[in-house]
């Protein structure tokens, strides 16, 4: 069984007791516990369910590279699915759970899987859902959506808040044990700014435990001397419970820091996501132990040597009273000492090198425990939880020499340095044969701006796994670091640190040598993902030659832990299945983040009405407050109607448009854009911008004009007013002020920066109101201050003046075909006029009107909608709006676009009217035409869609506009418009200007 | 992500600052170009593995176009420069000659 020991445990405070709650049970643990540690203290090695098998599992590591010991922690605002319980800290009251079975942890039905694994092999998805083709949707999806997925995702809004950090720094440091400190140390006293990071509780990495001395003293009086050594400049940052999350191009780098995990709900954010810029970062971040491919490495109990060692000295946890150990490497050959030293007993350490001549196994020799060369482990026996182990020859097929009884495993497979930070952004590794590892190559680094390597790898992610020669590294990557950003650090030696000396690994990628097929399947490379030796060498036979495809297809290493455990097992087996080395099979590319991040950090304080910032016209507030329907129009929110008492929506949009045309309407149109090119060149450039030509535009008049791109399609519309010589003001839709600015910059600034033209974007410099109507004149004549009269301010010119007392520059422009005045006022006096129109048109029947009223009002003028009638792919030509065109000009953005062979095809659709033959039947938005016709592939031949479609209470009668085939040339023929319901709706191609084809009503 | 010095205001700027504009130095042909002509403006980009010219917008800055000599395999800055210019400065086009000796120098 795995107990709290009497005493030892350097990060609990045995004088503080924490109960936590885990599946439904009140627990209890120290301060300083992780999940893992606290639940092993209460005989808890069962931590949860493969994904794949149910298989139950136990928790393998004591960091973050644990595969299998998955919780769900929290409740409803903070529940929060799949956190390692090896990371996770304990809290008084903290509440969590195994996930992954049903219906509880110690009885899984889907545990079955395991029994059918023989019909689950690699590639089992692939090949099972070939076919038919109707057992996905009917069979197969529902039966993996509810047994797929591991933690169940959260219900409840999350209740803590994240912030962001940036920070600009010379070095980062990424790691905190003894390489890290040296190299932020010698780099912080040179005088670099230096920010260390380190993910765990508490700096130092491995050296305290794995009994390192540094200048004679153990590692952790050095320790302490270096931190407070780095306290002292003020250069350096620390940070701990902080992780290098992943390192990006030009020295980006996530730093991940987990503020208030350890303590439950507290007051401030959780944690910060800090965005760092760093000329170089020193990757310190250790290496991960690897297990052993023999069978039955699954089974609970069955755990990585140096976590055992772990929950010895860090928790003061022993996670078995009977421990075996199988090790291909001196390291091991520690745990077995540190069970040895705590009182608890170890059958045998089971070795299958030949010589044992390093100093450590020595140790345990002369410490009495029994241990075997040359052997292997045969099978683990047990279902739950370790019951024994069978002794075998590493050099044969398992056959079984001795029984060993025992309650747990401890496996050390030889370690891989974390080599994920150099990688990240193109690091490139070399593979060591000696001690089977890859290394960073510190010929081919990652490349920052300047050409340079700026991630430099150092101690033992750097392939030193002795800490002697990790120290040192660590010392000369802080001076590189430093020298690299130019400071100039003094010559000193590293501290020296001494540890045992080990001999020799031995790679050892099966066990035993020559394990036969049944051993092999249940031999297990990636625990989260289930992924056996077995799948990996039938995916090889298979013919997936490429590391990257045999991940993809047996899902080896693509689970939550991204093959910490497993990369390296699983490369070995393909290359010897392949017969191939290992360095030619390759690695698969590792990717940011390191170890999960979570999504609320990523969002930061982006949510609610952070997400998306909204813009609001100055009249905003009052539309609010009087029945506005809101509706977002770009950035912006306007109002698709106003809502009078229980009016419905339909009802108060007919109300507008019928008042609009017999009385007067008002329209917030502060939206639209509103730019300013003013310099001698500037009709020459407009001239170019738009399809018309607006450099003989008189002073005082308004032009309606088309922008196009380079490709010939149209972009945007507008109405051009000249205000003096040298400046015009061009009007841009709604949603196409920011776009349109920048486009005109782009020219500006890169063709024709020689052109003496200036833009500036007063968008939101001023509020503009429509008065549209009848009354419109009015209403105006009615606050005074300037002649509106049709002489004085005839149609499409505008003047500058005064309305009511503000000054304000009347367009004489219709949207909507009626007497219509566009006013523009400063925008602080927006609100004000507003008010003053509606006063002063109370008497006249004046009512604000939103934006489904124009746009039906529009289409009852067959006025064209950027956005409706245009999709990218639509030229002012095929919405018969060649008069806009220039034939003058020698050239303008599109012109030579709008000459392809495509463009002037005769058989491009072409924008007509639609009426309906039912006047009240609406066609659907975006229907098409249908000739009856059919093409090879079955479908129906379409001639034509729809682009706008209402019902116009105007004319009460259903209109339309449409792209049709030959459509202008078809007038009065009547074609089908087949909706989902199955009806077809039949529409006679007319005029697309409905009302007042003359313009009697705006011409007054 | 990418950190270009923005040669208008000076500043090291994030490429969450920037909007990229593709290829540099593209020669417009306008009206009364010919296919040819108008295919290779409007469609035709050399995409190099290896050093690229290139516009770049500092949009969230001080909002001025330039351009940029990068590496498109390592992501190496060679300089940034004005997009007022036909052509790569003298200077940078040796800078780069020197670094990257096989380079086929600047083509139209």
Redesign the interface.
Known sequence: MSTRLQSGGRLIDRTKQIEFNWNGKRLNGFQGDTLASALLANDQMLMGRSFKYHRPRGVVAAGPEEPNALMGTGEDGRFEPNQRATTTEIYQGLKSHSQNHWPSLEFDVGAINTKLSRFFPAGFYYKTFMAPSFAWKHVFEPIIRKSAGLGKAPTHKDEDSYEYFYAHVDVVVAGGGIAGLQAALTAGQAGATVLLMEQAVDYGGRAITDGVTIGGKPAAAWIKSTLAALKKLPNVQMRTRMMAAGVYDHGYLLGYERLTDHMGPSDGPRQRLWRIRAKRIVTATGAIERPLSFAGNDIPGVMLAGAVRDYIADYGVSVGDRTVVVTNNDDGYRTAIALHEAGLNVPCIIDPRGDLDGELPAKAIALGIRVENKSAIGKVKGGKRVEAVTLCAQAGEGATLEEIKCDAVAMSGGWSPVVHLWSHCGGKLNWDADTAMFRPDPARPPLGADGTGFVIATGTANGHLDAAAALKDGHAAGMTAAKEVGYKPARAAAPLAASEREAAMMPVWSMPQGASYELKSKTFLDYQNDVKVSDVRLAAQEGYESVEHTKRYTTLGMATDQGKLSNINGLAVLADSLNADIPNVGTTTFRPPYHPISLGSIAGDAHNELFKPIRKTPMHQWIDENGGDWEPVADWRRPYCYKQGSESVEDAVTREILNTRENCGLLDASTLGKIIVKGPDAGKFLDMMYTNMMSTLKVGHCRYGLMCSENGFLSDDGVVARLDENTFLCHTTSGGSDRIHAHMEEWLQTEWWDWKVYTANTTEQYAQIAVVGPNARKVLEKLGGMDVSAEALPFMTFKDGELGGIKARPYRISFSGELSYEIAVPASQGQAFWDMCMEAGKEFGIQPYGTECLHVMRAEKGFIMIGDETDGTVIPQDLGLNWAISKKKEDFLGKRGQQRSHMTDPNRWKLVGLKTVDPAKVIPDGAYAVDGTMRENGMHNMIGRVTSTYFSPTLNHSIAMGLVLNGPDRMGEVIDFPTIGGESIKAEICDPVFLDKEGARQNV | ????NCPCCGIDA??TELEA?GEAHIT??????S?DD?ETY?FMRKNPKGVHFE?W?H?YGC???FHAAR?TM????FGTYS??TLEPPKALINKIKK?RPDWEGFVK
């Not at chain 2, 417009?28 to 170009?33: C, D, F, K, L, S």
């Not at chain 2, 390592?74 to 800055?77: D, M």
């Open positions: 992500m990418l950190l270009l994030d490429e504009g417009r042909h306008g009206a009364g170009a296919d108008f409007m516009r917008r949009a909002g001025k176009w590496c390592t992501l190496e800055v997009a007022q670094k």
